[in-house]
């Protein structure tokens, strides 16, 4: 047996299809036959919906979230006789009834909301998968790289910053290994540099190195010597690059990061 669904929306109709297809499966039919007539939001197209399903005697499954929209088309099925499933319809009623407050009726707001969802997970992906300075063959795909010596907060402000779905990358700068020629490749503005005073950035590394247990004063990873050698080093790496710097003394990491998400807006 063979029943052809009508799948009809006011956007793309991925949620009325879903819909349909879960309560197809409930039945042994041999072949259901989809058909989805998207961007239904004008009078004339619905009409055209409708004597199509009259024809062929489909089941119409909807989601429109115009009302006026909706409540015509729900007349003119009535009138031709063709069975429909509203499927948003009730619910947005119950929930109007509730609040108190008319649905926003704007197509395709759940979709946006899965689109950024899912811009964020991919962001974040890459901020992993790119991090302290691996794989630079994907340099080209970011957003934003952001580069500056060790204990400047470059993971932590990549992490936030894919949080807010922007695709970053992340390379320390050490004077004993050149960056990578991928780096030199990209547009400076999407490239930024962080900075520190050197007198912070001692006692930040004199601190991590408490925290793993290991003698301040043998290493020279905090001292004055190395500092000001890695922060020379550098700069000259922001010069080549030709990018903007931030200075990240005494800030927070959502205060750097607004910051430079000014800055990319510009």
Known sequence: MSIPLFVVSDFTGETAEHVARAASTQFNLDATEFSRFRYVNTE?????????????QAVVICTLVDHQLRRLFLEKTGELGVDVVDVLGPILDVLQRRIGTAPMETPGLLRKMDEEYFKRVKAIEFAIKCDDGKSPELLTNAGLVIIGVSRTSKTPLSMYMAHKGVMVANIPLVPEADPPKELFSLPPERIVGLTIQPEKLINIRRERLRVLGLDVEVSNYAQWERVEEELSFARSVFRKAGCRTFDVTNRAIEETAQEILDYLRE
């Not at 004339?44 to 062929?56: C, G, S, T, Y």
Request: hydrophobic content about 40%; charged content about 45%.
């Open 44 to 56: 004339e197209r619905m009409l055209e919906v409708i004597r199509n399903a009259q024809e062929k």
